[in-house]
């Protein structure tokens, strides 16, 4: 039986995770897996430093046979945060994507070539935008989660300005969890990031998910390649 240990920022992504990402998982290869998902240690909520995130996964790693995956937010990623390639991705690289991936490789190759663990069964994943972005796959997870027809409108005028959900966000200030929150405080409601967190997400569903959101799939892809191996 295989192994996947997935490690997210905080408790939305445990509760989404838990009830959308394992079914599939286990659906998709046939057969029942092991899979963990727990927030990073040492945090209530958002990214640590790396000093303290790579003994954690380095504890993971070492359990040998155990597939270890990450989920973080690429813009909670910050210069006191000491992650590896840091400056190559997010000083020197402009497109976001490419930033991401560098701090996937770095991360990888810190584990490999500075602890010296064996990371092939370590798949590093860097979301662009947060969690929230996922959540503008599809309309229908916010009609069934909000009445207002204003809500509706302006949550659809943000997904109509970007070419996929991933790229929702324009700077840390305008990530989609709080595009999402001005948007209800502005009209009377309130943002309740796990609960409702997970209400949009299991409407809108995963397939829905993979469909518009290709860095997430790629992710999923690699996920499912790994456990079948």
Known sequence: MKRVHCIVEGQTEVKVFST??????????GAYVDIRITPIKHTGGGIVKF???????????LDKGKIVTTFFDYYGIHPNLHFPNY?????????????????????????????GLDTRYFIPYIQL?????????????????Y???????????????FPNPEDIND????????????ILKANGEAYNKVADGEDIATIVGLDTILQKCPRFKQWISELIAKIQE
Do not use: C
């Not at 000093?51 to 790693?61: C, F, G, I, M």
């Not at 560098?102 to 500075?114: A, D, H, I, P, R």
């Not at 935008?129 to 989660?145: D, P």
């Not at 700077?171 to 001005?182: F, Q, Y």
């Open 20 to 29: 959308l990402l394992i079914p599939y998982l286990e659906e998709k290869v």
């Open 51 to 61: 000093s303290k995130l790579k003994e954690e996964l380095r504890n993971h790693l």
């Open 87 to 115: 400056e190559a991705a997010k000083v020197k690289q402009q497109n976001p994507i490419v930033g991401a991936k560098l701090l996937e490789e770095g991360m990888s190759n810190y584990l490999s070539e500075e602890l």
């Open 129 to 145: 935008h947060e969690f929230e972005a996922l959540l503008f796959s599809s309309s229908e997870g916010f009609e069934f989660q």
């Open 147 to 161: 009445d207002d027809v204003k809500i509706l409108d302006e949550l659809q005028k943000v997904r109509n300005r």
């Open 171 to 182: 700077s840390p200030e305008t990530a989609p969890s709080k595009r999402l929150i001005k």
